[in-house]
């Protein structure tokens, strides 16, 4: 079984503007709404590949309502807990012709110390051995940021594999407790050795150092550069697709579904690798925060190509 943990989920409103100009009047072309944050995003995309997951986090207000009744509508199983505040919205400008992708993320409403020790305790129900458990994305304020330090330590006391996507201090405190698998991209990775990374080798030297604390799996997400896969066994860089991208947001979700789905179905190294960046490129022909289809991850995953490094 796999579940996902979204604390700070997103309504995703997604508005295309040709030509976007800022200190100008901008006339949008086209809005999309689409349940996000990164936990459900993964949760979509393993739907996506026919594997059931269970989505779960803090949900309030007119967006939490749109985003349970998206996810339900997609067949994602759900155990959200209702806040008393309005779920954030998520405001995405994607510029078709200029090909610029800007976020623009609110921080979410403040939680109260009740309803996250509520969560706590829910969140392992039906979770067993073997299972996976990912953890990704922001916290809204009143978490602290060694909330996934916390669940990975609690994961791995009952045998049960995680996967940590986060940035900033929840990724610095994250990683001390050993998830099994992290997808950190070129930014987050900067921001946790304080260095601008000039230089790929040395880049991928840094990530690899980080398996002395007990990770098992780095993906390296390197966005229209591709990514990097780091275990014990080898590393792989694995080269990007030349895409008609409409939009990047949630790729790295999409990868994060592929390496949850692999896990869970014990797909070989390679396919593991092949089958996340296939579902990320799949991903970037749609658009808002839609997830790719499994018909274009598997005509996708034939052009993979991974070499060892
Ligand atoms: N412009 C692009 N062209 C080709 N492949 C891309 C492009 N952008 C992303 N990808 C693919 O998607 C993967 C994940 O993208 P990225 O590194 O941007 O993740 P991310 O920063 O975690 O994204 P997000 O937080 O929006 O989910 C990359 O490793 C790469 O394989
Ligand atoms: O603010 P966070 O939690 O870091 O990221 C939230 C978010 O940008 O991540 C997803 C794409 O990865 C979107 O669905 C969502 O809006």
């Known amino acids: 079984m796999i579940k996902t943990l979204t604390l700070n989920p997103a309504l995703d409103k997604t508005i295309i503007i040709e030509s976007f100009r800022i200190n100008n009047l901008?006339?949008?072309?086209?809005?999309?709404k689409d349940a996000g944050g990164k936990g459900i995003?993964?949760?979509?995309?393993?739907?996506?590949?026919?594997?059931?997951?269970?989505?779960?986090?803090?949900?309030?207000?007119?967006?939490?309502?749109?985003?349970?009744?998206?996810?339900?509508?997609?067949?994602?199983?759900?155990?959200?807990?209702?806040?008393?505040?309005e779920t954030r919205t998520n405001t995405k400008i994607v510029d078709p012709v200029n090909n610029t992708f800007t976020d623009l993320n609110e921080s979410g409403s403040p939680i109260s110390f009740r309803q996250i020790e509520e969560l706590k305790t829910k969140l392992f129900t039906n979770l067993k051995t073997d299972d996976i458990l990912v953890l990704a994305g922001s916290v809204p304020a009143g978490v602290d940021n060694d909330i996934y330090f916390e669940l990975i330590k609690e994961a791995k006391n009952r045998k049960i594999k995680t996967i940590l996507d986060a940035d900033g201090p929840l990724f610095e405190a994250g990683i001390e407790a050993a998830p099994t698998l992290i997808k950190p991209n070129e930014h987050e990775l900067e921001l946790y050795f304080k260095k601008d990374f000039k230089d790929l080798k040395m880049m991928i030297r840094k990530a690899e150092s980080l398996l002395d604390n007990?990770?098992?799996?780095?993906?390296?997400?390197?966005?229209?550069?591709?990514?990097?896969?780091?275990?014990?066994?080898g590393k792989y860089k694995i080269?990007?697709?030349?895409?008609?991208?409409?939009?990047?947001?949630?790729?790295?979700?999409?990868?994060?579904?592929?390496?949850?789905?692999?896990?869970?179905?014990?797909?070989?190294?390679?396919?593991?690798?092949?089958?996340?960046?296939a579902a990320s490129s799949a991903t970037l022909l749609r658009d808002g925060t839609e997830m790719g289809s499994l018909k274009d991850l598997k005509r996708l995953k034939k052009l993979i190509r991974i070499t060892e490094i």
């Open 41 to 85: 995003n993964v949760s979509k995309m393993l739907k996506n590949l026919g594997q059931q997951s269970t989505a779960a986090g803090l949900l309030g207000g007119a967006a939490g309502n749109f985003i349970i009744n998206e996810i339900k509508s997609l067949g994602i199983k759900t155990e959200f807990i209702k806040t008393s505040r």
């Open 214 to 233: 007990g990770i098992k799996m780095i993906m390296l997400s390197l966005g229209e550069n591709g990514a990097v896969f780091i275990t014990e066994q």
């Open 239 to 277: 080269d990007p697709l030349k895409l008609n991208v409409k939009s990047t947001v949630g790729a790295g979700d999409a990868m994060v579904g592929g390496l949850a789905y692999a896990l869970e179905n014990n797909l070989n190294l390679r396919e593991m690798i092949k089958f996340a960046a």
């Open 26 to 32: 901008n006339r949008i072309k086209k809005v999309h």
